[in-house]
């Protein structure tokens, strides 16, 4: 069973950058790893995946492109999200996931795992 570990949520003035990690853990055969986030209030929207060993196959919410950067260190087990020129919209938990579909930057199937959640906040 895969167990996936976010950190590096924190408090942000805007304009300001956060690098968000995720450890994965246990035995999974899934393709993808991403990132979703989820506001008070609001549905889960996708923010970002990327196909395991392959750093240029990416997708990005267009809300984020530009500013977000997905990576993965295969050595390490982990997907980063490095997040900068942070908006107050961008307040939200973020969650890591694992999955063997996707289509585009959100990550599907019946076999997506999940992570508890790291809080991102952004002040003006």
């Known amino acids: 069973q895969v167990k996936l570990l976010e950190s590096g949520g924190g408090s942000v003035q805007a304009g300001g950058s956060l690098r968000l990690s995720c450890v994965v853990s246990g035995q999974t055969n899934s393709a993808f790893l991403g990132w979703f986030r989820q506001a008070p209030g609001k549905e889960r929207e996708g923010v970002a995946t990327?196909?395991?060993?392959?750093?240029?196959?990416?997708y990005y919410a267009g809300s984020v492109k530009g500013r977000f950067l997905i990576s993965q260190d295969n050595a390490k087990n982990t997907v980063y999200l490095q997040m900068n020129m942070l908006k107050p919209e961008d307040t939200a938990m973020y969650y890591c996931a694992d999955s063997s579909a996707r289509v585009a930057e959100l990550l599907v199937g019946p076999d997506i795992s999940w992570g508890q959640g790291t809080q991102v906040t952004v002040s003006s």
């Open positions: 990327i196909l395991k060993g392959d750093a240029d196959s990416t």
